[in-house]
Every structure is written in structure tokens, then in C-alpha cells.
């Protein structure tokens, strides 16, 4: 059986068209290529119901119960690292350290970047409806994750780098490798 109290998380946040699922992907890669044993869970996946629950309007219960049942199902096979990506997962670790049990070793990581390195991606990225809300939607969380991401936030920039080089300094914050 897993032991939970081994468990240790990385959160990685940050503003929409910041590059978290690309460079979670690439750290879960890294990661591979160094024989470290890890799930990878894209927090955003969690809460996509319409109309919200009742009693939950921002669907923050749903992400944890959710989260809850999906790490259940890693640890239950021996999984103790978690690489989590959400927008504001670094102002959510105890809603972490609650779906996995156990006190987690949590590593927070927000990623930055400008509104013109943002709007280019999210340009690239959103073809519906939806690029003038993240847009500014993105520039607003910007702005609320810096001010309120706790010191301890380890932050990374993604302006003009690579995300193998982001990656690289995301994981050189765990000592996972």
C-alpha cells in the first residue's frame, strides 16, 4: 500500500497563455527520461460541468473530489509524485494536500510571462469564440496571482525561452531528479 505521508506534489500555475500544460508535459517527459516515478494530472479537466453543482458555484469541491478519486487511483499503485496543473493551484495547496491525504510535500511554481507573450499564445491557441474573455481574463489573473501568491511561490518566467528550459528550472525546484 502507498504510504501518504511520503507523497510530495508539484503545482504549477499561472495565467491563461502562461504555458502550464505544455511545460507539465514537458516535465512529466524529463522526468521519464530520468527514470522518476510521477503522475501528471491537468487540473483544468476537473471541473468542466455545466451548470455548476449546487452548492458549489466556483466547482471547487468538485475539483477536490474529483482530484481525490484520480490520485486514490495513483497511490493505490504506488505513485507518490503528483504534478498538478492549474491556473491558481499555487494558492490552493491545502485543497491539494486534502485529495491526496496525508501531508504532502508541496512545491509550488507559478509561471509568468507579459500580456504580449500571453496574447500571442492564447492567440495560437483559441480558435472559438472564447480569446477576447481569456484574454482579459488572463491579464486579471496575472495580476491576482502575483499579488496573492504566498512568497514561498517559487516563479518562473516563460517570456523568449524554451519550455525545455522552463521545464528544466521547474523540476530543478522539487530535487526530484
Known sequence: MHDVALSEALLIGGRAGV???TVGWEVSVQLQAAHVAHCLI???????????????????????????????????????RLIYTNTVSVLEPDLIARAMGGTPRITSVLLTADDATARHRLGAREIGSQLDAHLTR????????ETTAPSGVVRIPTDGRSV?????DVIAATNWS
Open 138 to 145: 488572463s491579464a486579471a489573473m496575472a495580476r491576482h496571482l
Open 164 to 168: 525545455v528550459d522552463i521545464a528544466r
Open 19 to 21: 504555458g502550464k500544460t
Open 42 to 80: 491537468e487540473g483544468d479537466n476537473l471541473d468542466q460541468a455545466f451548470p455548476a453543482p449546487p452548492g458549489d458555484p466556483s466547482r471547487t469541491q468538485l475539483t477536490e473530489a474529483n482530484l481525490a478519486a484520480l490520485w486514490r487511483n495513483y497511490a493505490a499503485l504506488g505513485y507518490r
